[in-house]
């Protein structure tokens, strides 16, 4: 064969890899359609961040008291505003490649081995470990609606409750891409905005208890220390959703003229505008109106009326049967990439089947074998979201774009790795104890 015609092979060769390749992403769910306004950016964003975890600020806060946790709080948001920015812009920093996935991002900045491993096991506990907890929240403002509205009723176990919330995310979960989600995450969003604002409305209206105090709500020493490492982690959970920002913005198209960065930072902008404004209202009021005594869950606390407090445990099912499809649309194209292109499988509709309802049902049954899951909200925030969201951005960044050491950038960047690393070591100990102390009493599939 000559050598003109072994070149007109492998540009052949090239062309079907190249063909295979494409008809792989266009397949996957986060690169199958790039048709997103920069508003789809704010609602997945919003649906992603301002979860059901912002209803356990106050009891955070009053782990933490006024001094610390309003930095804390403060502090969580500014870096983590910062490093969705840097996420934001390092999706295009290659000209001519998208890293349309964390781990791709990740790969390019650590190796292609090694960056798989950091990011990876990170992303998925996060994912799949938010998913849990919103397969219990479900359950349990299921019951609490039912408890409200039929107090005579039958008694029903939170099991059943989890699994009427799964039978809707076995339905949700064959919705091929994050373009398809958005009706479910549109409202989701409105949700979670409704249901924040009825935490700190409704608490200041019904004002300052009259014998509230802001001193330390545990009374022994080791309390207090593990209470307040606790909080940290309390405090780390709600800032999450660097973990699908990259999917997110693979879903928005990009020219050279119009790169997919601008619509993005947009819409991630407004989320962030919005996520303030929830956050802080809800922790400072709540924790102003109830002090030490506020519960883990602030809608708990408030108690009456009726019908506000069914109304809001409402809304959360609502918000978190959408904010379980945003953070599993990213385990579904890891699983999915994983079985087409490692082990050969044809893509296809029973494979898209077997494979997400395989993950709705494995969720369902951790919720419902472990309710108290809720509890690991500080250990996952600790191990998992104070990397992803707060300094493994700002390492990426300082291995790819180099800012000039001692320079505004560095420092920036290393104030936000040594805190985040900081979160990483301390939140999980609080957390820990607390999951011991309650295991103590637990009854499997109780």
């Known amino acids: 064969m000559t050598e003109l015609q072994n070149e007109v092979v492998d540009c052949e060769s090239q062309q079907e890899v190249s063909d295979y390749a494409k008809s792989i992403n266009d397949w996957l769910p986060v690169t199958s359609s790039r048709k997103a306004k920069w508003w789809y950016s704010a609602i997945h964003n919003i649906t992603c961040m301002v979860g059901a975890g912002i209803l356990g600020l106050p009891y955070a806060m009053s782990q933490l008291g006024w001094g610390p946790g309003v930095t804390v709080l403060v502090l969580s948001w500014a870096i983590t505003f910062y490093t969705l920015w840097q996420m934001v812009e390092m999706h295009e920093i290659v000209p001519g490649k998208r890293f349309d996935r964390y781990h791709e991002l990740g ?49 029903i176990k939170l099991s059943y409750f989890i699994m009427i919330f799964a039978s809707v995310q076995f339905f949700l979960s064959n919705l091929p891409n994050f373009n398809s989600i958005t009706t479910v995450s549109c409202a989701a969003a409105v949700m979670s905005l409704s249901y924040s604002a009825i935490a700190w409305i409704a608490s200041a209206i019904k004002g300052v208890e009259p014998d509230v105090s802001y001193g330390n709500r545990f009374s022994t020493t080791p309390g207090q220390t593990f209470g307040f490492l606790s909080g940290l982690g309390t405090m780390a959970f709600a800032f999450s959703g660097h973990n699908v920002v990259l999917e997110i913005q693979a879903t928005i198209p990009s020219t050279p003229e119009k790169p997919s960065k601008k619509p993005m930072w947009k819409g991630a902008f407004v989320a962030y505008i919005v996520v303030a404004i929830c956050y802080f209202s809800v922790a400072f009021v709540g924790y102003l109106v109830f002090g030490n005594t506020v519960d883990d869950n602030i809608l708990i606390s408030l108690e009456k009326p009726d019908w506000l407090i069914a109304a809001a445990n409402l809304f959360v099912v609502i918000h978190v049967i959408g ?23 044809k893509p296809s509709r029973t494979l898209r089947i077997v494979t997400r309802s395989s993950y709705v049902a494995l969720t369902m049954f951790i919720g419902i074998a472990f309710p108290f ?41 290393w104030f936000c790795i040594i805190f985040g690393v900081a979160l990483t070591i301390l939140a999980p100990i609080g957390a820990i104890r607390e999951l011991i102390i309650e295991a103590k009493s637990y009854k499997f599939f109780s």
């Open 373 to 413: 899951f809720g509890s690991l909200l500080s250990v996952l925030g600790g191990v998992a979201f104070a990397p992803t969201s707060y300094y493994i951005p700002c390492i990426i960044w300082l291995i790819i774009c180099k800012p000039k050491k001692y320079s505004l950038s560095w420092f920036c960047n």
């Open 323 to 345: 904010s379980y499809q945003v953070f599993a649309m990213p385990v579904f194209d890891m699983l999915e990439s994983f079985l087409v292109l490692k082990r050969k499988f």
């Open 107 to 155: 790969q390019y900045a650590f190796g292609e081995k090694l960056g798989l491993w950091i990011i990876v096991p990170q992303q998925l506990m996060v994912q799949a470990g938010c998913d849990i907890v919103y397969m219990v929240t479900g359950g349990r403002s299921l019951m609490k609606f039912y408890n409200i509205v039929s107090p005579n009723g039958t008694p």
